[in-house]
């Protein structure tokens, strides 16, 4: 019997381990990183795999890094109950080493993005973009201390309010997603 549920619907569903990021910031940085098909992308620190999961939907290539094995295996099954086939998965620390070069987008999902951001910018092509995702303002501060290499685009906080909209009532909702993380936008320069 054919599977009729979409995309989210599936991503509703997958195992959990390491948290995951929403839907929300995977919009922003989907829509402030010029990605497409033709695009190759790194997404590092795995996780569940929502994000590389994501981004295989809309770009050529994901390369998939973690350093954990046991979420790297989450992130592999994930993305195959998903019926991802353009993804490379591969059990590496980005902090000491990024194969791929000429990369459209690298997303850094990690502890302390700025040990990377060395060789992320020497895996970019010129004018690709790096992602940082931090729950912390001060890890804000070291990415922009360990910056050399690129230009600071942006940083973002993404909250999100819904709405209830019925026949008599329309007004915001009493729940909110609030801060999630910060979303640091650096460009190869």
């Known amino acids: ?3 009729k549920r ?3 619907d599936k991503l509703k569903r997958i195992r959990r381990g390491p948290a995951i990021l929403m839907q929300k910031d995977v919009g922003v940085i989907l829509a402030n990183t010029s990605i497409d098909k033709d695009s190759r992308v790194l997404d590092a620190g795995s996780g569940s795999g929502v994000l590389t ?11 998939s890094y973690d ?10 099954e994930n ?3 998903l019926g991802l086939k353009n993804i490379t ?3 590496k620390d980005v902090y000491e080493e990024i194969k791929e070069k000429n990369l459209d987008l690298i997303t850094l999902d990690l502890s302390e993005p700025w040990r990377t951001l060395k060789n992320a910018v020497n895996a970019l092509k010129e004018n690709g973009y790096c992602v940082c995702f931090t729950p912390h303002i001060t890890q804000v501060i070291k990415i922009l201390e360990n910056s050399e290499g690129f230009k600071v685009v942006k940083t973002v906080e993404d909250i999100e309010r819904e709405w209830v909209v019925e026949k008599v009532r329309l ?3 009493n729940k909110i997603i ?6 640091t936008f650096l460009r190869k320069v």
Not at 67 to 76: G, T, V
Not at 178 to 183: D, Q, V
């Open 1 to 3: 019997m054919e599977d």
């Open 6 to 8: 979409d995309f989210l």
């Open 53 to 63: 999961a994501n981004l295989a939907r809309f770009v050529k290539r994901v390369y």
């Open 67 to 76: 350093n954990r094995k046991e979420f790297l295996e989450i992130a592999k």
């Open 79 to 81: 993305c195959k109950r």
């Open 89 to 91: 998965f591969r059990n």
């Open 171 to 173: 007004r915001p909702d």
């Open 178 to 183: 609030g801060h999630t993380a910060f979303i």
